[in-house]
């Protein structure tokens, strides 16, 4: 799957929940934050997210491995 399809799905998935609401979710090279479009983009892909509960911003973080 490429960095877009799973952002699609995740954000697909959570906007599914009533009770949460996504601001964004991005795959970025870990080392410069800047998103990337193919895995072979960076060496450390992570995985950033918003999501409001409710009125409560919650915000992650996840490196992807190889």
Not at 10 to 19: D, G, Q
Request: glycine fraction near 4%.
């Amino acid at each position: 799957h490429t960095p877009e399809m799973v952002i699609q799905w995740v954000t697909r998935e959570l906007s599914a929940l009533p009770h949460l609401r996504v601001e964004y979710f991005e795959i970025v090279d870990g080392h410069t934050l800047q998103s990337i479009c193919n895995w072979e983009d960076t060496d450390y892909a992570v995985g950033c997210i918003t999501v409001f509960c409710g009125e409560v911003r919650l915000i992650d973080n996840i490196k992807y491995e190889d």
